[in-house]
T-cell receptor
Framework: DAKTTQPNSMESNEEEPVHLPCNHS???????IHWYRQLPSQGPEYVIHGLTSNVNNRMASLAIAEDRKSSTLILHRATLRDAAVYYCILNQAGTALIFGKGTTLSVSS | DTAVSQTPKYLVTQMGNDKSIKCEQNLGHDTMYWYKQDSKKFLKIMFS???????INETVPNRFSPKSPDKAHLNLHINSLELGDSAVYFC?????????????FGNGTRLTVT
């Protein structure tokens, strides 16, 4: 079962930052925090992952709480193309990704 | 070049038939997966192979049989198709199983059983 909690849906305006929260209070020391997104009619797409430190890449930033019990995916400037379901997943070595319901992000122009 | 490719993209068939879905990855990854996404959009892991060996099998009916001829390919064969098998099936690959290795997904095969 998924070990993360995310809001069912969020809304944003184009060109504004978006902060997608994720709670994972039962995270273990070896769990990586992964974020994926799924655009309509496509397969899930890797966004970013981290273990303890905040991470940045060309798609997004990942802010991880000091106690690691929560994290936030940050899209710096939302575009219409960012409308998707975003999944926050804890990933342990030797196990497969377990997807939850995710957060459906809507972006308005 | 497509990193993870699945064929066919759409598959419509009748109950009781046997069908296969093919998956190939050109990323040089050691691990491949099959996921099923049902009509409620839940993504569920079905199988995982590492270097052609089955390592994860998540209570999938015996009618589903994955086959990995080499580490770049993981095919899914389904016998005696049932209505409940209708779903989108996604293939994925990663360098290692779990941990820090991100997964790369194909675009899915939409299976419709009538």
């Amino acid at each position: 079962d998924a070990k993360t909690t995310q809001p069912n849906s969020m809304e944003s305006n184009e060109e504004e930052p978006v902060h997608l929260p994720c709670n994972h209070s039962t995270i273990s020391g070896t769990d990586y925090i992964h974020w994926y997104r799924q655009l309509p009619s496509q397969g899930p797409e890797y966004v970013i992952h981290g273990l303890t430190s905040n991470v940045n890449n060309r798609m997004a930033s990942l802010a991880i709480a000091e106690d690691r019990k929560s994290s936030t995916l940050i899209l710096h400037r939302a575009t219409l193309r960012d409308a998707a379901v975003y999944y926050c997943i804890l990933n342990q070595a030797g196990t497969a990704l377990i997807f939850g319901k995710g957060t459906t992000l809507s972006v308005s122009s | 070049d497509t990193a993870v490719s699945q064929t066919p993209k759409y598959l419509v068939t009748q109950m009781g038939n046997d069908k296969s879905i093919k998956c190939e990855q050109n990323l040089g990854h050691d691990t491949m997966y099959w996921y099923k996404q049902d009509s409620k959009k839940f993504l569920k892991i079905m199988f995982s192979y590492n270097n052609k060996e089955l390592i994860i099998n998540e209570t999938v009916p015996n009618r589903f049989s994955p086959k990995s001829p080499d580490k770049a390919h993981l095919n899914l064969h389904i016998n005696s198709l049932e209505l409940g098998d209708s779903a989108v099936y996604f293939c994925a690959s990663s360098q290692e199983t779990g941990g820090y290795s991100p997964l790369h997904f194909g675009n899915g095969t939409r299976l419709t059983v009538t």
